[in-house]
């Protein structure tokens, strides 16, 4: 088991992993920052496959990714990931992202929550295997980009629906988080893809949905380059929200 606060992961950008500009997509860094959450876990002691053991498992809240640039076509990085803090009911994990030279081109923060997978409910972090989650906090580490924020979208016109299938559904049995970002930046035309780049892309997780349940998508614009989405199903209950900034 490591001892280590912080561990380091290696990747390589494939050809099929980034979009038609050669660029690392937003799907697969945030699959790349999620697997690196769960090696992280998994080698301290509470990764997936010791909770699923006892019935609990890791659930994603809130994500925030900030780049100065994505990863190009074959290109060699590295992600860094730690616990910052550890609460009752949440923990927050950071992330940077490095290239070859071991130079941050971005960073991430998020907000996971342990829960009962039978009662689907929140359990408490710090009495579960006696705490020793909270031997790895690291809150000497830098993440220089702000947490995530409120976001709130006023315009209710649903722009675009997409009906969950097999594709979506993950291990969890509800549509995957990383899902939500691709049929998220769907919305945008190819053109403002090819002219600018993401800066800024947040993610606020508030309820599950399923296999056949229709996600329907309503898109304000805040700036110029700036725009709050919601994601509902069915028609009613939100499921997420997001912030995306162009630059």
């Known amino acids: 088991m490591s001892t280590d606060k912080i561990g380091t992961y290696k990747f390589v950008a494939e ?27 998994e080698e301290r002691g509470f990764g997936m496959a010791q909770l699923n053991n006892i019935h609990y498992t890791w659930v994603l809240s809130r994500l925030a ?5 994505m990863p190009m076509q074959y ?21 940077a992202i490095l290239d070859a030279e071991g130079t941050p081109i971005g960073y991430a923060r998020s907000i996971w929550a342990m829960i009962d997978m039978k009662t689907r409910k ?6 579960l295997h006696g705490g020793h989650i909270t031997d790895y906090i690291c809150n000497d580490k830098e993440c220089p980009i702000a947490k ?3 976001i709130k979208v006023n315009d209710t016109t649903s722009i675009g629906e997409h009906r969950a299938l097999y594709s979506d559904i993950d291990i ?25 780049h993401i800066h800024r892309f947040e993610m ?37 929200r997001s912030k995306v900034i162009f630059q």
């Open 65 to 69: 990714i900030e780049l100065k640039r």
């Open 204 to 240: 606020a997780y508030s309820a599950e949905s399923y296999y056949g349940d229709t996600l329907s998508f309503c898109r304000e614009q805040k700036n110029e380059l700036e725009y709050d989405i919601e994601v509902k199903k069915n028609g009613n209950e939100t499921v997420c």
């Open 75 to 95: 290109e060699k990085f590295s992600i860094q990931t730690w616990v910052e803090n550890v609460y009752r009911l949440f923990t927050d994990r950071n992330f």
């Open 15 to 41: 050809p099929f992993h980034v979009d038609f500009t050669g660029q690392l997509t937003m799907g697969v860094l945030g699959n790349h920052l999620l697997n690196c959450a769960g090696f992280h876990a």
């Open 148 to 150: 995530p924020g409120h």
């Open 122 to 127: 929140p359990a408490d972090l710090i009495s």
């Open 172 to 196: 969890n049995g509800h549509v995957n988080s990383i899902k939500y970002i691709e049929h998220i930046l769907d919305l945008f035309p190819i053109d403002l893809f090819r002219n600018k």
